[in-house]
């Protein structure tokens, strides 16, 4: 407000003076407008102007919460692209180069246009046969341990030929009609070929050791991530939710500010952030989680990681905080749908939610043991319970009896580290 009159001399020293109409007189007249004008109006459309201040904050809030993703865009003008002498940057030789396929793959349709856009249409369109055989092989993969091409990472003249070439074909072209991956995955899992059983007939090791005929059902070891999101999600904690920034599960205190020399400093997550699949679990390139020792090392893109049974394995499952934490959640989710059970049906309860099958008397008979020597050891030693029950962020209800839960979450810890348990069978 401070500045009308300045505001109000330079309109009046914009527009045309008129003799004998005092400056100050259309000052006046001026401000007498804005009193009964703009006033009125400022005062009827200031709900709206603060309604939509509040808008533009509520929609700035939600920007920050949206991940950034790198992007590229196309030059308004492309570059003169021409082949180089040898590869060297300074030596163009021939005619300029244009966007576009080889011919041995066909080039490029009319239709589509010469950029990014029109490379990603055509892999995904019935003249490319490759992007689903890889991706229809990827998940094979998934399931079976080995693709029906064994070298997933290479398709070319130096691939592996499939084992299985009608069933690859088959697969690709189901999958091609809708790129529906869901529709794929439970074609797999419901095929008399994945529900066979993994045991070996005799004979069969030695005529079919890669199992290329599929003549028995998948058996390997699940990688590293899946064990933790198994222990998670047989424990109830799993966080299904997709998308959003890297977290920070358990680790070791102290070992990345070693390997970073001090630059980086490791705060575990908090919430449901600790128990978030291990897809969203934050990797460095210099050292990945200790508790991923068969994953890739990220200095280039790997599609068919090793599959390890290391020490390192035992060593994890048995004394990694998430597998403790997930064995508690397993005992309180098994004494959640029994709360009144002897301890020999709450085990039978968190046996059968790990292996998917009853437990055999003899097997139920080999846990109760387990069990009764943990529960005298817990109950002479109430600090130990209590300690072993305070690993993890999982809260444990103070109705419990300390000694009965350590022992079952201690049993649980035995469930999880079965061979049965760790094993894809």
């Not at 505001?7 to 008129?18: A, F, G, N, W």
């Not at 809708?178 to 005799?202: G, N």
């Given at each position: 407000m401070a500045a009308l009159?300045?505001?109000?001399?330079?309109?009046?020293?914009?527009?045309?003076?008129?003799?004998?109409?005092?400056?100050?007189?259309m000052q006046r007249k001026l401000r007498d407008y804005y009193a009964t004008h703009i006033a009125l109006i400022e005062a009827e459309w200031r709900p709206f102007y603060f309604a939509w201040i509040e808008a533009v904050k509520t929609r700035m809030?939600?920007?920050?919460?949206?991940?950034?993703?790198?992007?590229?865009?196309?030059?308004?003008?492309?570059?003169d692209i021409r082949v180089h002498h040898r590869g060297q940057y300074n030596e163009p030789v021939g005619d300029p180069v244009e966007p576009g396929l080889p011919d041995a793959l066909g080039g490029l349709p009319d239709e589509l246009p010469r950029n990014r856009l029109g490379l990603a249409q055509w892999m995904v369109s019935d003249t490319n046969p490759l992007t689903a055989r890889v991706l229809v092989n990827r998940q094979w993969q998934l399931f079976f341990g080995t693709g029906l091409v064994k070298t997933p990472e290479d398709f070319g003249l130096q691939s592996a030929l499939p084992s299985n070439p009608a069933l690859l074909d088959y697969l690709a072209v189901r999958y091609r009609?809708?790129?529906?991956?869901?529709?794929?995955?439970?074609?797999?899992?419901?095929?008399?070929?994945?529900?066979?059983?993994?045991?070996?007939?005799?004979?069969l090791l030695e005529r079919d050791p890669d199992n290329e005929l599929l003549a028995r059902g998948p058996r390997f070891r699940l990688p590293a991530m899946l064990l933790r999101d198994q222990a998670l999600s047989v424990a109830g904690l799993l966080n299904n939710e997709l998308f959003g920034p890297p977290v920070y599960p358990y680790q070791p205190a102290g070992l990345?500010?070693?390997?970073?020399?001090?630059?980086?400093?490791?705060?575990?997550?908090?919430?449901?952030?600790?128990?978030?699949?291990?897809?969203?679990?934050?990797?460095?390139?210099?050292?990945?989680?200790?508790?991923?020792?068969?994953?890739?090392?990220?200095?280039?893109c790997v599609v068919n990681p090793s599959l390890t049974n290391t020490p390192?394995?035992?060593?994890?499952?048995?004394?990694?905080?998430?597998?403790?934490?997930?064995?508690?959640?397993?005992?309180?989710?098994?004494?959640?749908?029994?709360?009144?059970?002897?301890?020999?049906?709450?085990?039978?309860?968190?046996?059968?939610?790990?292996?998917?099958?009853?437990?055999?008397?003899?097997?139920?008979?080999?846990?109760?043991?387990?069990?009764?020597?943990?529960?005298?050891?817990?109950?002479?030693d109430p600090d130990a319970a209590d300690d072993y029950l305070a690993i993890g962020e999982l809260p444990t209800p103070d109705d419990q009896d300390r000694a009965h839960l350590a022992a079952l979450a201690s049993v649980g810890l035995?469930?999880?580290?079965?061979?049965?348990?760790?094993?894809?069978?």
């Open positions: 009159p300045a505001l109000m001399r330079e309109i009046v020293l914009r527009s045309r003076y008129r003799e004998g109409f005092p400056l100050p007189q809030a939600h920007e920050e919460t949206l991940p950034w993703v790198m992007t590229m865009g196309d030059r308004a003008q492309p570059r009609d809708s790129w529906d991956t869901k529709q794929l995955v439970r074609m797999i899992v419901t095929s008399a070929t994945y529900r066979q059983s993994s045991s070996m007939p005799p004979g990345w500010i070693e390997v970073s020399y001090g630059q980086f400093e490791y705060h575990p997550s908090t919430g449901d952030d600790l128990y978030r699949r291990t897809l969203y679990t934050f990797f460095r390139r210099t050292i990945a989680p200790p508790n991923l020792f068969d994953n890739a090392n990220r200095q280039a390192l394995h035992a060593l994890t499952t048995l004394n990694d905080p998430t597998f403790i934490e997930a064995a508690r959640g397993l005992a309180l989710r098994a004494l959640a749908q029994q709360p009144n059970a002897e301890p020999r049906t709450v085990l039978a309860e968190m046996f059968a939610t790990v292996t998917l099958r009853p437990a055999e008397a003899r097997e139920l008979n080999i846990l109760t043991a387990a069990y009764h020597r943990e529960h005298e050891r817990y109950a002479a035995t469930i999880l580290n079965l061979d049965e348990a760790l094993t894809k069978e």
